[in-house]
T-cell receptor, first 111, second 119 residues
């Protein structure tokens, strides 16, 4: 089983739609969670950190479910510019510096 | 600030050749790392450094060497290139350790990547 698993997609949605991605992680001791965004042939960039209580940044909401060991990303009112690959990232805490990246979920927002 | 820079952007090697991928950051970050990204797989950690003079192995270190003589630079050396090393290589840096509570110091800043093909 992979340490961090994501549905590769693609999720193909119209502009204005709401879309949600889930990501599961295998190490129950994991403490830090992040969503990164990667545009085609570009480097990953931090989208948002995921706090235990959940957090929101504009149209983006991240949630953590420790019992089921998954994190989610909700995007409301999708824009064409949201088309990208979304990477789930977990720090398993066996090393304070180590990050485990999921293989990403691809989102396509169509006009 | 230029952030994290990588050179070259593209490189083609023949099997058995050696080369060095350059990485530099101007943000005075202590922590730097090298990842490779292959289709269908997440970024995998090759080597990392927690400060000048200190390096350690990541998940896939075989065939690669690193050194950290300065805070700014973290080159990755391919000793004898193999087709299995065809990949996109990203260098990243961050201010601090990943903590139990996310903070701005956790953010990993990535370079633009080097696309390497080994024939």
């Amino acid at each position: 089983r992979k340490e961090v698993e994501q549905d590769p997609g693609p999720f193909n949605v119209p502009e204005g739609a709401t879309v949600a991605f889930n990501c599961t992680y295998s190490n129950s001791a994991s403490q830090s969670f992040f969503w990164y965004r990667q545009d085609c042939r570009k480097e990953p960039k931090l989208l948002m950190s995921v706090y235990s209580s959940g957090n929101e940044d504009g149209r983006f909401t991240a949630q953590l479910n420790r019992a089921s060991q998954y994190i989610s990303l909700l995007i409301r009112d999708s824009k064409l510019s949201d088309s990208a690959t979304y990477l789930c990232v977990v720090n398993p805490m066996d090393s304070s510096y180590k990050l485990i990246f999921g293989s990403g979920t691809r989102l396509l927002v169509r006009p | 600030n230029a952030g994290v820079t990588q050179t070259p952007k593209f490189q083609v090697l023949k099997t058995g050749q050696s080369m060095t991928l350059q990485c530099a950051q101007d943000m005075n970050h202590e922590y730097m790392s090298w990842y490779r990204q292959d289709p269908g797989m997440g970024l995998r950690l090759i080597h990392y450094s927690v400060g000048a003079g200190i390096t350690d192995q990541g998940e896939v270190p075989n065939g690669y060497n690193v050194s950290r003589s300065t805070t700014e630079d973290f080159p990755l050396r391919l000793l004898s290139a193999a087709p299995s090393q065809t990949s996109v290589y990203f260098c990243a840096s961050s201010y601090g350790l990943v903590k139990t509570t996310p903070s701005s110091t956790d953010t990993q800043y990535f370079g633009p990547g080097t696309r390497l093909t080994v024939l």
